[in-house]
C-alpha cells in the first residue's frame, strides 16, 4: 500500500518550506519511497476523522497499511528505521545519528519556535520589545553550541543522516530573520542540505501546493 501523508491545503508558510509535512517528504525523496499526500483544510484537521489519526488536529500524519502515525519526527524515525539510506548501519554511529533527531527537536527547536511564535502573536503586546531580546539571546545560545559542535565538517557526526534532515529543516525556520549571520558555518550547512537531490524534489512538490492555492484565489 502505498504510503499517505496529510498535509495544509493553505500552508501558513506561504510555500516557503517550513510546514512539518516537508521534513517527512524529504526523509522519503532521501530513501526512495512514493508517497500520496492528501491535503486538509484548517477545518478539516480538528474533523473526527483526522483527530482519529492525530489526536492534537495537527499536519503531519503517516498512513500505510494498518499503520498510523503523528508527529514528523516519530514518522522519520520510523522511515530511516525501515529503509536505508538515512541511518549508518554501525550500531554507535546509528545511535549518535538518532541522539541527533532528539537533539533538533527537543533542544534546538523549542526556542527558535517560541521565537517565531512571539513575533507573530505577541508583537503587538506592549512587552513585546522587551521580550525580544532575551528570546533572541535563548536562539544565539544555541546556535553558538551547535556551531563549536559542527566546526567545518560538513555534517554532525560522519555521513548525512536523519539528524542533519532534521537539525537543517529546524534551522531554516530562522531564514526570515539575522540570527544565523553570526554562524556561517550554520549557513554553509542548512545550504548544503537544500542542495540535496531529495530536498530539492521535496520543496518542489510542497512548493507547488501553495501556487496551485494561491492561483485558485
Known amino acids: 500500500m502505498t504510503i499517505t501523508l496529510t498535509a495544509f491545503e493553505r500552508s501558513p508558510d506561504r510555500g516557503r518550506g517550513l510546514a512539518r509535512d516537508m521534513r517527512v517528504r524529504w526523509a522519503l525523496e532521501e530513501v526512495g519511497q512514493p508517497y500520496d499526500v492528501r491535503l486538509l483544510s484548517f477545518a ?95 536562539v544565539r545560545g544555541r546556535l553558538s553550541q551547535l556551531s563549536a559542535r559542527l566546526g567545518d565538517a560538513d555534517w554532525l557526526d560522519g555521513a548525512f543522516s536523519a539528524g542533519d534532515l532534521l537539525m537543517v529543516t529546524v534551522l531554516r525556520r530562522l531564514s526570515a530573520s539575522t540570527l544565523l549571520n553570526d554562524y556561517p558555518n550554520l549557513g554553509a550547512y542548512i545550504a548544503r542540505g537544500e542542495a540535496r537531490p531529495a530536498y530539492q524534489r521535496a520543496f518542489a512538490d510542497q512548493r507547488a501546493v501553495f501556487t496551485r492555492a494561491a492561483g485558485a484565489n
Open 44 to 138: 478539516a484537521m480538528k474533523d473526527p476523522a483526522h483527530l482519529a489519526l492525530h489526536p492534537f488536529g495537527q499536519i503531519p500524519t503517516y498512513q500505510e497499511d494498518d499503520l498510523v502515525l503523528f508527529e514528523s519526527g516519530a514518522i522519520i524515525l520510523h522511515v530511516a528505521t525501515r529503509y536505508p539510506g538515512l541511518l549508518p548501519d554501525e550500531g554507535n554511529a546509528r545511535a549518535r545519528a538518532i541522539g541527533w533527531m532528539f537533539a533538533a527537536l527537543n533542544t534546538v527547536e523549542p526556542p527558535i519556535v517560541e521565537r517565531g511564535m512571539a513575533s507573530i502573536v505577541e508583537s503587538d503586546a506592549p512587552w513585546y520589545a522587551a521580550r525580544l531580546p532575551m528570546l533572541d539571546e535563548r
